[in-house]
């Protein structure tokens, strides 16, 4: 049952097929949301501390071929969905939340194992300097600058918020 679960975490859509288990299907945890904040909080959660690894809406190198265009396109997804999850959770006073993002490594491919203990001591490091900080409850910027170019005589676009139901 262990190896079922690791398997289907690592299941990532376009990259690898869905796992199998009791006749359901599984994918990565991330395909839903990379950091899981709306589940937190629905859940009851009332302090979170969101370590971010995540793609952070800097633009990236042109991407070519079928596969990558795929990753690409559910990376933006994802971190839009991030977007709006550290949006909702800044806004309700009843949650505290901690988004400690970590971008030590943001260019390395993430089928690059060759750094893995760095990574771990750099996430590490950046935790226990976040949690030293004299700041309790600091609420980061949510929505980070970010100068995308656009094309002459088009308008900036930007999606309405979703709407919660009762």
């Not at 599984?26 to 302090?47: Q, S, W």
């Not at 060759?114 to 001591?121: D, F, G, P, Q």
């Not at 910027?141 to 094309?151: D, G, H, K, L, Q």
Request: proline share 10%.
């Amino acid at each position: 049952m262990l190896v079922d679960a690791v398997m289907a975490s690592a299941a990532q859509p376009i990259t690898f097929p869905p796992v199998e288990y009791n006749g359901w299907q599984f994918v990565d945890g991330g395909v839903v949301a990379n950091v899981p904040i709306e589940i937190a909080i629905e859940k009851g959660a009332k302090e979170i501390y969101a370590i971010d690894v995540s793609y952070g809406g800097q633009i990236e190198p042109k991407v070519q071929g079928l596969l990558n265009i795929g990753r690409r396109c559910i990376t933006i997804m994802l971190y839009q969905h991030l977007l709006e999850d550290l949006e909702d959770a800044a806004a309700n006073p009843e949650i505290t939340l901690h988004h400690i993002k970590i971008t030590s490594f943001a260019g390395l491919d993430p089928y690059d194992f060759s750094k893995t203990a760095e990574m771990i001591a750099e996430g590490k490091r950046i935790a226990e300097e976040y949690l030293r900080s004299p700041v309790p409850g600091y609420r980061p910027e949510i929505r980070p600058e970010i100068a995308i170019p656009s094309p002459p005589g088009s308008r900036p676009w930007r999606r309405k918020r979703r709407q919660k139901s009762p």
